[in-house]
DNA sequence: CTAAGATAGTCTCACATGCAACTATCTTAA
DNA sequence: TTAAGATAGTTGCATGTGAGACTATCTTAG
């Protein structure tokens, strides 16, 4: 008799855990400063790479669908945290880049997710931490969630 | 100046996995089975508890909202996979079992999402697949996702 | 016994998000 | 040069789901 235990089981632990880790994190990012996911998800891009970028990249990159990073572009311009300029070399896309005002909000909430991070990752030892961060690397690379380096180069031209 | 890698940024690696692990399995249960996550948890539940059990159970096992459980039941029912009947001690409830036709998708299924999961976490050795799982265990834990042995009790009062 | 509060389950509402159609633009091949 | 196809981004639509009101029932305190 075929028996499953669903606390065994890495697809539903894995769903209930992101979910849960998301809502700890949404203190941060949603009731304080008004952002949601895909909202947050833009900056982030945009503050990791100093340069400015596409909609189309963010959207690639962070695995969200393009109509979600469109709506969150436009709510994040409608509070000039974020603004964009036509690309000459190509009229149908948009140079996307934060504002004085989005960076300083990128400033002060980035600190604050870091340490939600740190506390929800301080139950595991720094060994635990690694192996874990690298099997999470493993399965990413399986599922071809990662970013091939040719990926990274055609992005990079951005 | 603060930066942070969203790629190395564990909520999000949770969050961009747990979506990605859900779609490869959902060609199993919904595309083969026309069950969605709700309502395989449903079918998850009853099955592995032999016994009966209420849709409040359920939800707060699964960490699912009750109005979700609640028209995940209802489908089943109408699909005739699971059956209710009122309780008689207290008939605000009802208990939830699955039928013969049920249990029989449910047998045929589960082999099909262990194969699926295994083939998940091959890219892992057994050794990295344990501390993952402690790991997972471990977080868990700390963010309270764990049936307490109290909690644990009482619902197998139900 | 009764009233107040708790609980199980359903239902309505609001909202977030994926899909797909659409516009505008670019690219490529004839 | 032009037509066909690809691509960036927007928008309307359908759907799934959480919040919370609501009904019916149970529990507990007085």
Same mark, same amino acid.
């Given at each position: 008799?075929?028996?499953?235990?669903?606390?065994?089981?890495?697809?539903?632990?894995?769903?209930?855990?992101?979910?849960?880790?998301?809502?700890?994190?949404?203190?941060?990012?949603?009731?304080?400063?008004? @952002?949601?996911?895909? *909202?947050?998800?833009?900056?982030?891009? /945009?503050?990791?790479?100093?340069? #400015?970028?596409? !909609?189309?990249?963010?959207?690639?990159?962070?695995?969200?669908?393009?109509?979600?990073?469109?709506?969150?572009?436009?709510?994040?311009?409608?509070?000039?945290?974020?603004?964009?300029?036509?690309?000459?070399?190509?009229?149908?896309?948009?140079?996307?880049?934060?504002?004085?005002?989005?960076?300083?909000?990128?400033?002060?909430?980035?600190?604050? @997710?870091?340490?939600? *991070?740190?506390?929800?990752?301080?139950? /595991?030892?720094?060994?635990?931490? #690694?192996?874990? !961060?690298?099997?999470?690397?493993?399965?990413?690379?399986?599922?071809?969630?990662?970013?091939?380096?040719?990926?990274?180069?055609?992005?990079?031209?951005?």
């Amino acid at each position: 008799m075929a028996k499953l235990d669903l606390f065994r089981f890495v697809p539903f632990r894995l769903n209930r855990l992101a979910a849960e880790v998301s809502a700890a994190l949404s203190s941060e990012y949603q009731e304080r400063y008004g @952002l949601d996911i895909p *909202e947050w998800r833009v900056l982030a891009t /945009l503050g990791f790479r100093n340069d #400015a970028c596409s !909609a189309q990249y963010i959207s690639h990159c962070t695995r969200t669908h393009k109509s979600t990073i469109s709506r969150a572009v436009t709510a994040l311009m409608r509070r000039q945290l974020v603004e964009r300029v036509e690309n000459a070399d190509d009229r149908r896309e948009f140079s996307l880049r934060m504002t004085r005002k989005g960076r300083a909000l990128y400033e002060e909430l980035i600190p604050r @997710l870091l340490r939600k *991070e740190r506390e929800i990752m301080s139950c /595991l030892t720094a060994d635990e931490r #690694a192996s874990f !961060a690298l099997a999470l690397g493993k399965i990413e690379k399986s599922l071809d969630l990662v970013l091939t380096s040719k990926e990274a180069g055609k992005t990079q031209a951005y």
